[in-house]
């Protein structure tokens, strides 16, 4: 659990300096306005789920990480939908940004859990 809470940070401290990196580079068109809420939102999100899913008997893991899945949805869509409804503007590269650190953030978090439920000891 501990190398995922620091692959967890070190992703969501690299991330929005990385973006900036790319816009001066000009690799980018813009930096999402929401750059922090939305790598903060996804980390803590991801984090916080991913030590109840680790924390859970293997009776219930299954269902359990289901029902983490439709949560993280639910949330993320009515976050989706208010950083477009907010800033219209710059909604592209907000949506963007946020799928792509959803899509990392749920890979790690995966892989994580895997290797918990293939080991050994099991969940």
């Keep these: 659990m501990i190398r995922f809470l620091f692959t967890a940070i070190v992703l969501a401290l690299s991330l929005p300096p990385l973006v900036n990196f790319s816009r001066a580079q000009e690799w980018i068109s813009a930096v999402p306005s929401f750059l922090y ?7 803590s999100t991801t984090t916080i789920l991913f030590v109840y899913l680790f924390r859970s008997g293997k009776a219930n893991f299954v269902q359990l990480y289901l029902l983490s899945m439709v949560i993280k949805l639910i949330a993320y869509f009515s976050y989706a939908l208010i950083i477009i409804l907010d800033d219209r503007k710059s909604a592209v590269a907000n949506v963007v940004y946020f799928l792509l650190v959803y899509a990392i953030f749920t890979v790690v978090e995966i892989v994580f859990l895997y290797r918990k439920i293939s080991s050994r000891s099991g969940l």
Excluded: K, M
């Excluded at 809420?37 to 980390?43: C, R, S």
């Design 37 to 43: 809420e939305t790598t903060w939102l996804v980390a």
